[in-house]
């Protein structure tokens, strides 16, 4: 199982083909699944902006197109414009929908180029489920 630090890298290195010509807001996500595999996403946007997509979904819309039936233990967010990148609103719910339970880790980079690490639970406490 790879390491957070591990992760983070991986998300950065996605981050080099983010398409953010509009925000010039680059990110890269890579998402870990308990099956053991890795999948990588980057935002990618649009002259429509609305229509933009983001790294952590194009990550786990990655895994579901690989076939991916593990559950979501963590994903690392990186982004070269800022540190501690938290998610959006949006990507919060789509980590809700595939977590494999509320201790599920969202992990960034620190100010001071370490881990910072947060739960779903703490990102989104109270969150829709079916
Ligand atoms: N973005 C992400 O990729 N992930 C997030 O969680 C927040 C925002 C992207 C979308 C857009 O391309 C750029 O960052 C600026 O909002």
Redesign the pocket.
């Known amino acids: 199982m790879r390491s957070n630090q591990e992760l983070l890298d991986m998300a950065k290195a996605a981050c080099d083909n983010a398409y953010?010509p509009y925000?010039n807001?680059f990110?890269g996500a890579c998402a870990l699944y308990d099956s053991g595999n890795t999948y990588v996403g980057c935002?990618v946007?649009n002259a429509s902006y609305g229509l933009?997509l983001?790294?952590?979904r194009n990550a786990m819309s990655n895994a579901i197109v690989a076939g991916e039936k593990g559950k979501l233990i963590k994903i690392a967010?990186y982004s070269k414009n800022q540190k501690n990148c938290?998610?959006?609103g949006a990507?919060r719910q789509w980590m809700a929908e595939f977590k494999k339970d509320k201790d599920m880790e969202i992990i960034m980079e620190s100010e001071d180029n370490k881990c910072a690490v947060f739960t779903i639970e703490q990102l989104l406490p109270y969150g829709f489920m079916l």
Do not use: G, R
């Open positions: 953010a925000s807001f990110v935002n946007e933009s983001c790294a952590e967010i938290m998610p959006c990507c």
